[in-house]
């Protein structure tokens, strides 16, 4: 074979976060660099602990012939060795009890009916749902479990475009997971631009503006995707703006795919669901989370959930869309069954009187207040560098500062490679998130140790300076 | 939102083992009535134990803490108890070294180099090649870690389709992962017909039939899949007919998709891998394994790769074919760290001399002689249904047997519809791969334990012969 034509789509599709940046990255670490990578919210790369107690359950998940001998030992300790706790003991019988033939089968292509019976329970709880009132409940029939949270959002989006003409509305910046999938798809990208200088807060004027943009090229707007708290912006959506976010889509006829996946990731503000926000509208919704943030940070295990609500019927097939989502999702026979088990732990945390209570509780604890103390020394370091602003509440994992100043004739991407070649520092430039027209950002994961950071906070400023006076 | 019209390719796309005869198993299960699933190769749903070895490791690998503990309780044994392995632990924390960072972190995301390498070294030594011939080794940056190898097949031919005109040659009859996908993809499916009545076996004529066919309808084919050990045959494919593929590829300018999960499930006759047969001539070979099938069965923990030899240049774009795959699985960032581990664990089997050998060697030959047993019982039953033909040589885990005799105006789905009415066996229907016009078939899993088998089959007999007869 001499030579091949390949899928447009894949050849223009961008994704930064593993884009030019990091790649240089992993070539300068190659040559014995220190890297430090806040290119992407990978918390256990950088040292954070993964949660005892869900380790423990993995763990016995993996090989049920320990536990026995977990019992024995926790009735005839060795002082030595701490020994794994009784609640994880349980927990992984239950699980295996109800997942019948453990860890090595396929299960039902949306995951274990019990997993999702959980995370509606979780999803009720966490939105105060009067139960009386069963329209306002989660099911679990219409909840996918799936590897990560990217593998929903692509399952949603696949499914509504039809051709280049049905649109998607995006915030800019965004996730350029949204980007690349409705590039790969074949849709097209309709902007808005949340409000930076306010909070990037939301209102149905700047809503209003992007929607009727697109009808003016002939778009079919289908749905409008959210990040809250957002990425790469961290910042956290007030009420007002979630209820004019509902509205919008209301009177245009569109869904909202709400990406929720930071929704513990809150460092004051509040975290308003859209599950809880729409009550008993009739907008169809697509909510993601996923076990790769939060205070678990367990990326590499892929575990997440795709919820429907009031799916939308569907003109062109006697299926419905969770049906034909379901197809989809049983060409890839089912997500990956520990990721699902971290969904279920993450969904079902231990409660006071267990024994996995305390260190759950304390470890969970440290690494917000960790995060949180990480995000403010960095945003304070701001402040000495010149022409640098940063917006928003603090949420999710990362800091997107504006900068104000840069010499002529450069981006923030040429910023962003001389940061990473003369420090170390790895970020991604605004531009691979989109920004608006002459504005110029970097996105930062709050991530590396304090010990670290102190370091590199003082090379940042001081390259910080000397580049943009330059 | 009231109503929405939705991508047609997958309105259009099938899966038929997840498809309508499987989901009223699922309904009857419901019901109460006692279901044997063999319409999927899901072994551990059907009593297969996991490879004790395999779950030792990941175990320590979830909980690294209790590594310590257990090189204590070597040392201390306690007779009620049997411990891990050393090779267990020595294997856990070599993975812990070479990962740096344990499960919890995203990988690069064509999965962790050092198993790639390890991926490398077993296809080298499998295939028996002279490594002083370097431009036969397997090479690391070609080889992408997936989850499970569905994904692996989807990113190729999502890569390889720009329009419907562009043809995948699939064999008929195929595991509908091809078919739907390409569906998926808007390609267009170019079958081509393995000669059952010769083992399933191919030649040149046959596939030049087919190709001709694709031309003749202005179909431009890309690439040919072979599946080998056949799904859903079972078939084992001889030397000629790999030979006679890979000369028709190269005459006709094709990429060669093969599909090798099933490697080490071979009953009687050789595996030749495509890698292997194909030597150093130039044709783009992606192949695909996996570590849900052979003896291991793994299928719920998700693991699999795919290995790409001789790339195709591509004509539309600087980026080279790798490069582009690399694009569009960092969109998903990884696959699942215990899949990687396990993929890393099937090419490293424990070497004689350390302490899991012996249980690890036993427990492999149980399964694989295990799984001829039950092929054995179940295909001899066959003589004593009328008109039940079965061909080739045995291999994966799938009996493929064709019914020459149905009542008139009736299917094979209509038969395993009733069977499974009947008798609660549930198997699909030969029309959900594609089969020769006018001929009916039935693919089933072997996995039942010989207890459940004795009974069911004579059940089978009693309603073959009374339905073909009626």
Known sequence: ???VNVNRNIIDLEYAVRGPIPQRAAKLKQQGKKIIPCNIGNPQALGQKPITFYREVLSLLENPNIINREKYLSQNPISKFENISNHAINVSEKLLANMETGLGAYTDSKGQYFIRESVAKFIDKRDNIDLSKSNLQSNPNNIFLTDGASEGAKGVLELLITD??????????????????????????????????????????????????????????????????GNPTGAILDKSSIMQVIEFAEENNLAIIADEVYQENLYGGEFISFAKAIGDKNIPLFSLHSVSKGYYGECGQRGGYLELRNPPSVSNSVLSFTELLFKVSSVNLCSNTIGQA?????????????????????????????LLAKATIIRKSFEEMDGMECFGKIGALYLFPRMNILPPNTTDYDYCMSLLEETGLCVVNGSGFGQKPNTHHLRIAFLPSKESLQGILSLWIDFHNKYVNQ
């Open 1 to 3: 074979m001499k030579s």
């Open 164 to 229: 280049k003409n049905d649109g998607i509305m995006i915030p800019i910046p965004q996730y350029p997971l949204y980007s690349a999938t409705l590039k790969r798809c074949g849709g097209t990208q309709v902007n808005y631009y949340p409000d930076e200088d306010n909070d990037w807060a939301l209102n149905k004027e700047i809503l209003d503006v992007s929607f009727k943009e697109g009808k003016a090229n002939k778009i079919k707007v289908k749905a409008i995707v959210v990040i809250n708290p």
């Open 342 to 370: 971290l969904v279920y732990l993450m969904v079902s945390p231990p409660q006071k009187g267990t024994d996995a209570f305390e260190v759950f509780t304390k470890e969970k604890e440290t690494i917000l207040d960790d």
